[in-house]
């Protein structure tokens, strides 16, 4: 339909002729995301003509047929200026209920299903042109939109899903986009309390214990979809909210609580394995917010039980964590954003929590037996774990070993017993730490957990590889002593080409274990000294 002909009918049609001009604009653009340029002017223009037909007094079907027409332009980010104004946000605020500072603090909820229609839609509205427009993230600020969904948060019980769906997409918007609306959220809408009450009642969780919630009924059905949706979009606000704050007693209970509930929402099954994972996905990065004493909740469930091995302790969501790290490695991909946060979690949660690691290194870390093969070469997750120490992203193989160092209780000796140097040393390098034995961490003392087959193999073991190799033979076997010698002055002579030319720099290790360069220990005064020492 030609742009120009709906910008004529708009101006002299009454309410039902817009109805019926702007629907089959819908319908021929409702799959449209790509615009044509040299209409980029009359688009802006019927966006300005859609926005005055709202803020006439005109039927609910003509606002929703309005606001579908003002979201398909929203897609296009070059048109925005006439709504992202502080009349045009208005107008879609009061249209999605919303109360803001220039509207008081009520706002009546929808009484018809056509009416609910017409907040869905101006809430989508909202959303799409928050996130395409800068100014409108400003004018949204400005204008306390953050306050007002918050002021209906408290009311979200009652509410209907796609409004919640989309009221919450837009509160995690403002908070993505906006960083100063966070401590807005925080500290003046309580934000953080609201969303964990949409939480709990989402999740209809039942606490048993100050922090613990009953355990899901084994014979329950999967959480739905529509709750799904809605924890997601609550998970991703609240991960915002959380980022970087000061914390004091109230914060500690209120993060505790949230600990709680991501332990029970582990515990869930979604319809759709993908799902599953997701949600999972957006726990854990709201769980690395947390402090991490939180994670105590996590093992101490004392209604549920736990295991005698590990002190009473109740692991079974730390395995769910271990079984989402395993299938995001397995997925080979985007390491960065998905395998990272739960390797993060999973080795601050050792670090602090006694019974945490013995568990995971139970069962990452098991007693070695098979010693024939690399660290690196096979399908257990100690060598999927292992592989990841020598990824080309230094994030991931940084993640990845300081895991198995936390697990090794920091002990450099442990860690190359499970990886070998090929795998570690460029950490250990990296750390300043082959030449100490074991860092300033704070963990129990040793105990002997080497098998008999690794003892029995331990002597015959390449420190490099981590693996009993076939015995490689001598090329020197064979050499007479002129053929050495030649080869040594060859040797020589390459390096000294190489060290000239800057490609390699020869050093030495000081006696502080750091490295330095080969001239300095021609006279250096330490040695000197120790020389001067002894002949006294």
């Known amino acids: 339909m030609d742009m120009s002909n709906i910008l004529s009918q708009l101006e002299t049609v009454g309410d039902g002729e817009i109805e019926t001009v702007l629907q089959q604009y819908n319908q021929e653009n409702s799959q449209t995301f790509?615009?044509?340029?040299?209409?980029?002017?009359?688009?802006?223009?019927?966006?300005?003509?859609?926005?005055?037909?709202?803020?006439?007094?005109?039927?609910?079907?003509?606002?929703?047929?309005?606001?579908?027409?003002?979201?398909?332009?929203?897609?296009?980010?070059?048109?925005?200026?006439?709504?992202?104004?502080?009349?045009?946000?208005?107008?879609?605020?009061?249209?999605?209920?919303?109360?803001?500072?220039?509207?008081?603090?009520?706002?009546?909820?929808?009484?018809?299903?056509?009416?609910?229609?017409?907040?869905?839609?101006?809430?989508?509205?909202?959303?799409?042109?928050?996130?395409?427009?800068?100014?409108?993230?400003?004018?949204?600020?400005?204008?306390?939109?953050?306050?007002?969904?918050?002021?209906?948060?408290?009311?979200?019980?009652?509410?209907?899903?796609?409004?919640?769906?989309?009221?919450?997409?837009?509160?995690?918007?403002?908070?993505?986009?906006?960083?100063?609306?966070?401590?807005?959220?925080?500290k003046e809408c309580d934000a953080v309390r609201l969303l964990t009450d949409v939480l709990q009642y989402t999740l209809d969780v039942r606490w048993v214990g100050p922090y613990e919630v009953a355990a899901p009924d084994p014979q329950a059905s999967p959480l739905p979809a529509k709750d799904n949706e809605m924890v997601m979009e609550t998970l991703k606000s609240l991960y915002n909210i959380t980022l970087s704050n000061p914390r004091g007693e109230e914060d500690d209970h209120q993060f505790r609580l949230i600990t709680g509930i991501l332990r029970h929402l582990l515990m869930l099954k979604t319809e759709t394995e993908d799902k599953t994972e997701e949600v999972h996905s957006h726990a854990v990065n709201l769980l690395m917010n947390l402090p991490v004493?939180?994670?105590?909740?996590?093992?101490?469930?004392?209604?549920?039980?736990?295991?005698?091995?590990?002190?009473?302790?109740n692991l079974d969501a730390v395995q769910v964590l271990l079984d989402f790290m395993e299938k995001r490695i397995d997925k080979e991909c985007n390491y960065k954003e998905g395998l990272t946060p739960v390797l993060s979690l999973l080795t601050e949660g050792s670090r602090c929590h006694r019974e945490f690691r013995r568990y995971i290194k139970a069962q990452v870390l098991p007693p070695l037996r098979d010693v024939t093969t690399r660290p690196e070469v096979g399908t257990t997750i100690r060598n999927k774990v292992v592989r990841l120490m020598t990824h080309v992203d230094l994030g991931v193989k940084e993640s990845a070993a300081e895991f198995l160092f936390v697990l090794c209780k920091e002990n450099v000796n442990n860690l190359l017993k499970y990886t070998g140097y090929g795998n570690a040393a460029g950490f250990l390098m990296g750390r300043d730490f082959l030449t100490r034995g074991r860092t300033e961490g704070q963990y129990s003392e040793d105990e002997d957990s080497d098998t008999d087959e690794y003892k029995a193999a331990k002597p015959f073991i390449n420190p490099v590889t981590c693996s009993v190799e076939e015995p490689a033979p001598n090329p020197m076997d064979e050499m007479t002593e002129e053929q050495k010698e030649y080869e040594a002055e060859k040797l020589i002579t390459m390096f000294d080409k190489l060290a000239r030319q800057n490609v390699i720099r020869p050093m030495v290790m000081r006696p502080d274990g750091s490295l330095g360069p080969l001239e300095e220990s021609l006279c250096d005064p330490w040695e000197r000294k120790s020389g001067s020492d002894s002949d006294e």
């Open 34 to 186: 790509t615009f044509n340029p040299q209409e980029e002017k009359l688009r802006s223009k019927l966006c300005q003509s859609v926005l005055a037909v709202l803020g006439l007094p005109v039927q609910p079907s003509c606002q929703r047929t309005c606001l579908e027409t003002l979201r398909i332009l929203s897609r296009d980010k070059k048109v925005l200026a006439p709504v992202a104004t502080k009349e045009g946000m208005l107008v879609l605020g009061r249209l999605a209920r919303i109360p803001t500072g220039e509207t008081g603090d009520s706002q009546n909820q929808p009484q018809s299903e056509e009416e609910l229609n017409v907040v869905v839609e101006a809430l989508k509205c909202l959303c799409n042109i928050v996130f395409n427009s800068p100014a409108a993230q400003q004018v949204s600020v400005d204008i306390k939109l953050p306050h007002g969904l918050c002021t209906n948060l408290s009311m979200s019980r009652t509410w209907n899903h796609e409004v919640g769906l989309f009221a919450s997409r837009l509160l995690f918007l403002l908070s993505a986009l906006q960083p100063n609306v966070r401590d807005v959220l925080r």
């Open 293 to 313: 004493s939180c994670l105590s909740v996590f093992i101490d469930v004392p209604v549920q039980g736990g295991d005698e091995k590990y002190g009473g302790k």
